[in-house]
Each structure stands twice: as structure tokens, then as C-alpha cells.
């Protein structure tokens, strides 16, 4: 397969970081184009900064208030729309819609914030006297992670144990100890 001279210039003007190894073929390095990586990120970034955006301005005492402003303005109107079917439908599909879209932002919230934790978790760990095998234990499976935590927890039991042992035998040491008087 041959190339037309103008590809081979027009990939020579790109980016390295925006090729990525390919393979070879009749002498000719081949490389993927990474500009649909690069948009990708750029979509994900525009998604979380919405995200973040919708999460805080619905966190909001205002949202609430207004959330609350408009039930009562619905509530209220009802009696000049006759109780009608689309009277009740307007604040049906109003709120299916908005509680669908806010699943998934929250979901997406939720998600990164308990990455962002697992990762701090993960360097505390790290960089502690901690278990090294603890990183990363959150891909596991349900029963997985129920065996570490029965373990740790017969782990800590132990050590209560032996520390009430050792608080034991000091309070009978000293208990024994001749007494100093006072003079």
C-alpha cells in the first residue's frame, strides 16, 4: 500500500502527541490519529464542569426554595385549570424529566468523588505503614471485600484484646508495688 506524499507530509505536521503507534507496513511507520482521544476528553471535561455546575446550583437553599415557589404557583393554579389531566400532566412530566436527568448527574458526581477518595485513601496507605495489598480492593467483588473486612475487623478485636491484657497486668503491677510514703 502506498501513500500519496501529501498524507505523509500532512501526518509529519501533526502533533506527537496526537499519534499513536500503529504498526509498520511496507516500510511505512503507522500511526492512529488521537485527535477523537483528544475530543473525547474534551466532551468529558465540558460533561463534569455541567455536572459540577447542576450538582452545586441544586445543592442550594435557593434551588429548594424555588423548587418550592413552584409547586405551590401549580398547586395554587388549579382551580383555574379545573384539576384538569394536562394540568397534572405539566407537573408530571416536568418532574419525570428534570428527576431522569438528575440521576445521572448525580450518579456521575457520586462516582468521581468516591474515585477521588479511593485515590486519597490509596496514597495514604501508600505512603503509611499500612497494608499495600489494601490499594485498590474497591475492584473487587462484594464477597471479597466482605472476607478483608471480617478479617480486619478479627484483626482489630485481637489488638483490643491485647491491649486491654496489657492495661490488665499494669493495674496489677502497680497494685503490687510497694507503696512510697510520704514523709
Given at each position: 500500500?502506498r501513500?500519496p506524499?501529501?498524507?505523509?507530509f500532512?501526518?509529519?505536521?501533526?502533533?506527537p502527541?496526537?499519534?499513536?503507534?500503529?504498526g509498520?507496513?511496507?516500510?511505512?511507520?503507522l500511526?492512529?490519529?488521537?485527535?477523537?482521544?483528544?475530543?473525547s476528553?474534551?466532551?468529558?471535561?465540558?460533561?463534569?464542569?455541567?455536572?459540577?455546575?447542576?450538582?452545586?446550583?441544586?445543592?442550594l437553599?435557593l434551588?429548594?426554595?424555588?423548587?418550592?415557589?413552584?409547586?405551590?404557583?401549580?398547586?395554587?393554579s388549579?382551580?383555574?385549570?379545573?384539576?384538569?389531566?394536562?394540568?397534572?400532566?405539566?407537573i408530571n412530566?416536568?418532574?419525570?424529566?428534570?428527576?431522569?436527568?438528575m440521576?445521572?448527574?448525580?450518579?456521575?458526581?457520586?462516582?468521581?468523588?468516591?474515585?477521588?477518595i479511593?485515590?486519597k485513601?490509596?496514597?495514604l496507605?501508600?505512603?503509611?505503614?499500612?497494608?499495600?495489598?489494601?490499594?485498590?480492593?474497591?475492584?473487587?467483588?462484594?464477597?471479597?471485600v466482605?472476607?478483608?473486612?471480617d478479617?480486619?475487623?478479627?484483626?482489630?478485636r485481637?489488638?483490643?484484646e491485647?491491649?486491654?491484657?496489657?492495661?490488665?497486668?499494669?493495674?496489677?503491677?502497680?497494685?503490687r508495688?510497694p507503696?512510697?510514703?510520704?514523709?
Amino acid at each position: 500500500m502506498r501513500f500519496p506524499s501529501s498524507a505523509r507530509f500532512a501526518c509529519a505536521q501533526l502533533h506527537p502527541m496526537y499519534l499513536l503507534p500503529a504498526g509498520t507496513q511496507d516500510g511505512y511507520r503507522l500511526f492512529l490519529i488521537g485527535a477523537a482521544i483528544d475530543g473525547s476528553r474534551q466532551m468529558e471535561k465540558l460533561f463534569t464542569r455541567i455536572a459540577n455546575w447542576v450538582a452545586h446550583i441544586t445543592g442550594l437553599p435557593l434551588t429548594f426554595a424555588g423548587c418550592c415557589v413552584i409547586v405551590v404557583v401549580w398547586a395554587v393554579s388549579g382551580p383555574f385549570f379545573g384539576f384538569s389531566d394536562t394540568w397534572q400532566l405539566v407537573i408530571n412530566t416536568g418532574t419525570t424529566i428534570i428527576t431522569f436527568l438528575m440521576v445521572f448527574l448525580i450518579q456521575n458526581t457520586q462516582n468521581r468523588d468516591g474515585a477521588a477518595i479511593q485515590a486519597k485513601l490509596d496514597e495514604l496507605i501508600r505512603v503509611s505503614e499500612g497494608h499495600n495489598n489494601f490499594i485498590g480492593i474497591e475492584h473487587l467483588t462484594e464477597s471479597e471485600v466482605e472476607e478483608i473486612r471480617d478479617k480486619c475487623e478479627r484483626a482489630a478485636r485481637r489488638h483490643d484484646e491485647k491491649i486491654a491484657a496489657m492495661a490488665a497486668k499494669k493495674a496489677v503491677a502497680q497494685k503490687r508495688a510497694p507503696k512510697k510514703h510520704a514523709a
